[in-house]
């Protein structure tokens, strides 16, 4: 099936060329979302990184089946929200396949189960262990902890949100010392990019999204970027602080991030004592 076939809806206003999008008429969102993925995946293994890099995950590949389920039960129509991170972090995504998928949210909260295999080269100190992983991912729970709190259900949660990382790659140092797509140079960063952007107008587009909730400074900029490139003015990029403890000035995340939704006055679109 040609990856690259033209989409029928076109929207002039955005000013987005065709070559972006599948025939969004023949397939359901969650299949092609799956194919955005997949056609992303092809052009990331092309990459040739540089030291310090040494292993490479790509979650979205060896654990494509979780990340499957998690877009079929979750992702099947437009959502005003996109909630941005940045990529996989080592005990969360790079072991679930599930963005910010923190292993207790995965199970209990999700409760998704699929097939979760192992990267074709494992660093020794960042095995995968899947959903029998006992490491919890401190950014993934602070978001569990939050959003479960204001919206009870994963079913509020998304019903108008799709959780989504901008670079679905993990980058390890030989020790397993994480490498962040902010902290790449020159011509790979560059490609690395452009292929993720690309990939982010095209969910935008077939999501309908309106609101961007960026977590931290790089999902903020890779989205105005994205938007800028694409002369697109009506969707709104919101910045919330990374749930990183290793960000700055960090403590008290959950509180600073529900300040966030209450001064945009998003609080609507999570809870269900308002829910839109």
Not at 41 to 56: A, E, G, I, T, W
Not at 65 to 94: Q, R, Y
Not at 242 to 262: C, D, T, Y
Request: glycine share 6%.
């Amino acid at each position: 099936e040609d990856l690259e076939r033209n989409s029928k809806i076109t929207d002039q206003s955005l000013g987005l060329s065709n070559k972006y999008f599948y025939n969004q008429n023949l397939e359901d969102i969650p299949t092609i979302l799956l194919k955005y993925a997949t056609a992303l995946n092809d052009k990331l293994r092309k990459l040739s990184f540089d030291n310090p890099v040494k292993y490479v995950y790509n979650p979205v590949e060896y654990a494509f089946d979780m990340h499957a389920s998690f877009i079929k039960k979750f992702c099947n129509d437009e959502k005003t929200i996109l909630l941005l991170g940045m990529n996989p972090g080592p005990w969360g995504m790079v072991q679930t396949g599930v963005p910010f998928g923190e292993i207790r949210m995965v199970k209990e909260w999700y409760q998704i189960q699929a097939k979760i295999n192992k990267p074709a080269i494992e660093c020794p100190v960042r095995k995968i262990m899947g959903l029998d992983c006992h490491k919890s991912e401190v950014s993934g729970k602070r978001l569990y902890e939050l959003f479960k709190r204001i919206s009870d259900t994963p079913e509020n949660f998304f019903k108008n949100t799709y959780l989504y990382n901008y670079c679905p790659l993990a980058l390890m140092e030989e020790d397993g010392r994480n490498i962040t797509p902010s902290s790449l140079k020159g011509f790979v960063r560059k490609e690395l990019e452009e292929y993720c952007n690309d990939t982010l107008i095209q969910i935008l587009f077939l999501l309908k999204t309106k609101i961007i909730i960026a977590l931290g400074v790089y999902a903020k900029g890779q989205a105005e970027t994205t938007l800028r490139a694409h002369n697109i003015q009506n969707i709104e990029v919101i910045y919330m602080p990374h749930p990183s403890p290793r960000a700055r000035g960090n403590e008290k995340w959950g509180e600073k991030a529900q300040k966030v939704l209450e001064e945009n006055n998003l609080l609507k679109y999570f809870s269900p004592k308002h829910i839109v």
